[in-house]
């Protein structure tokens, strides 16, 4: 825990670290290097480069910086990992208000929050009728809150139907554990073992209905919230509304599991899919991490957790959804309350998936959804506060040594994608990076990239910050004469100052 909620934080997840100590900028239009030369690594900084290392001329030459390449993720961390709050705005999930929202603040975290477009939007009077009681109010003033704290928001659907009981990838019925149940009934049965069903009335209700109201919704007090991400309830996918998403102009959608159980979900960092990244499901019953217990592969901590409910569901009893709960003891056939989980277990579960993401270098996204005992009566595997701050003090201490970049999943796709579409700069001036005039795609996926940038002579000085348009943007120093530098590839030149 740390106040550490500053600039870089929420966004990008970059520190500005070292580079920023002592260190002034005189002048507003350019930069000074009094100060810098002599006193940092005797002096290297200068070097004759600087048209005569006058004091305030601020350019260097040609020769000073070169680059790299651009970082595989933001602040050229080893990995990038989304934490993502399913269920937002049901009454099952209301502790993503009260824990997951200042808890993620005070760690200077931000993550994904997928909103059921019709529960925020739900008041006493206009109740759909669905299962859960209707508390009265409607939540937008919470969700654009979120918003502000840089969290990402994206849609879960209006009502959290099952879409469809297709699952994409070559998961199979049999592999399914949710077919059959009241979520996944599927209607046929193609060949190869896939499950097709399509209902186009339901895409343009969930998927369009609640894009445009969401839109409505946040973009007059939150204008950068672009819409990117969809999040299917169950996390069942379905090829005819992902199509449907593309045409709204989505970039991905949390769908895509691993076929094979003893494969790690982890997106490998140049997926070439947004609309099949993988995941990994709290609680412990539905995690990868103790799907292998049989077979000892994983499941640390985790015995005698086992994975699904299979013969519940399958026998269309079971509620994806239930739990054993002081209320309902005797719910038979649910799988294990997740207090009555190992602390072990839990810990297992949500930090190896980290360290898992950061050994593949890729991306993962945890999915939790709300908080025990305060959404116990409903909500889906929920997770203590106790626990949850135990994960987010583990992801702070990585993404502070620099092995992740913390964000939802939105700023992740575009990184991903702008990184391939957009054009590298050129260096001219010695310290400016010029971009081209971007590419259709660079623009369709406009995002701050973070360049790997050095001296042409091996100096070491103090780099303040990179400006582009007026606006200073992070900077950080990874070794002698080595930086990382952030810059929107779509903006045009971005001064590096020393
Ligand atoms: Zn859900």
């Given at each position: 825990m740390s106040g550490a909620a500053g600039s870089g934080t929420s966004g990008g997840g970059m520190t500005s670290g070292a580079g920023m100590?002592?260190?002034?900028?005189?002048?507003?239009?350019?930069?000074?290097?009094?100060?810098?030369g002599g006193a940092d690594a005797g002096g290297t900084n200068t070097g004759g480069t600087n048209a005569g290392g006058a004091p305030g001329t601020g350019v260097p030459s040609t020769s000073m910086f070169k680059l790299q390449s651009a970082a595989t993720w933001r602040?050229?961390?080893?990995?990038?990992?989304?934490?993502?709050?399913?269920?937002?705005?049901?009454?099952?999930?209301?502790?993503?208000?009260?824990?997951?929202?200042?808890?993620?603040?005070?760690?200077?975290?931000?993550?994904?929050?997928?909103?059921?477009?019709g529960e925020c939007d739900k008041t006493a009077s206009n109740d759909m009728g669905d299962i859960d009681a209707n508390t009265g109010n409607k939540k937008w003033d919470e969700v654009i809150s979120l918003a502000a704290d840089g969290n990402d928001i994206f849609s879960h659907s209006w009502d959290h139907p099952c879409?469809?009981?297709f699952?994409?990838?070559?998961?199979?019925?049999?592999?399914?554990?949710?077919?059959?149940?009241?979520?996944?009934?599927?209607?046929?049965?193609?060949?190869d073992g896939l499950t097709v069903y399509k209902d186009t009335t339901a895409e343009q209700h969930e998927i369009g209905d609640a894009a445009t109201t969401l839109k409505a919704k946040l973009l007059p007090t939150v204008p950068e919230f672009s819409n990117d991400f969809f999040i299917f309830p169950y996390d069942y996918c379905n090829v005819s509304a992902i199509a449907f998403l593309k045409s709204l102009g989505y970039l991905g959608a949390r769908?895509?599991?691993?076929?094979?159980?003893?494969?790690?979900?982890?997106?490998?960092?140049?997926?070439?899919?947004?609309?099949?990244?993988?995941?990994?499901?709290?609680?412990?019953?539905?995690?990868?991490?103790?799907?292998?217990?049989?077979?000892?592969?994983?499941?640390?901590?985790?015995?005698?957790?086992?994975?699904?409910?299979?013969?519940t569901y399958a026998s269309g009893a079971g509620d994806p959804g239930c739990k054993a709960t002081?209320?309902?003891?005797?719910?038979?056939?649910?799988?294990p309350a997740t207090s009555a989980d190992p602390t072990s277990c839990i810990n297992y579960v949500n930090n190896q998936y980290v360290d898992d993401t950061i050994a593949a270098g890729g991306w993962g996204i945890?999915?939790?959804?709300?908080?025990?005992?305060?959404?116990?009566?409903?909500?889906?595997?929920?997770?203590?506060?106790?626990?949850?701050?135990t994960h987010l003090d583990y992801v702070k201490a990585k993404r502070d040594a620099g092995s992740l970049w913390v964000s939802g999943p939105s700023p992740v796709l575009r990184y991903r994608f702008a990184r391939d579409a957009c054009a590298l700069p050129t260096v001219?001036?010695?310290?400016?990076?010029?971009?081209?005039?971007?590419?259709?795609?660079?623009?369709?996926?406009?995002?701050?990239?973070?360049?790997?940038?050095?001296?042409?002579?091996?100096?070491?000085?103090?780099?303040?910050?990179?400006?582009?348009?007026g606006k200073s943007l992070p900077v950080k120093k990874l070794g002698v004469g080595h930086y990382v530098v952030d810059a929107d590839p779509t903006l045009g030149d971005a001064v590096l100052s020393l």
């Open positions: 100590g002592g260190m002034s900028i005189v002048g507003a239009g350019g930069m000074s290097l009094a100060g810098s602040g050229n961390a080893t990995a990038a990992y989304s934490i993502i709050h399913d269920d937002v705005c049901d009454d099952s999930a209301v502790g993503v208000f009260s824990s997951a929202q200042p808890m993620l603040k005070a760690h200077g975290l931000s993550a994904g929050f997928g909103v059921i477009v879409i469809d009981g699952v994409k990838g070559t998961k199979t019925i049999a592999q399914n554990p949710f077919a059959g149940d009241s979520c996944g009934v599927p209607s046929t049965v193609t060949g769908c895509g599991i691993p076929a094979d159980t003893s494969m790690v979900p982890v997106s490998p960092n140049n997926f070439a899919d947004g609309f099949n990244v993988f995941y990994d499901v709290f609680g412990p019953a539905y995690s990868h991490y103790v799907i292998d217990i049989a077979s000892a592969k994983r499941g640390g901590g985790c015995t005698p957790i086992v994975q699904y409910c299979n013969a002081a209320a309902k003891p005797d719910d038979a056939g649910c799988c945890r999915e939790f959804h709300g908080f025990h005992p305060l959404d116990d009566d409903g909500g889906f595997e929920t997770i203590s506060p106790a626990d949850y701050g001219t001036a010695g310290n400016t990076l010029h971009f081209p005039a971007p590419s259709a795609n660079c623009s369709k996926y406009k995002t701050i990239l973070s360049y790997l940038v050095e001296t042409t002579d091996a100096t070491d000085p103090v780099l303040v910050s990179v400006k582009q348009g």
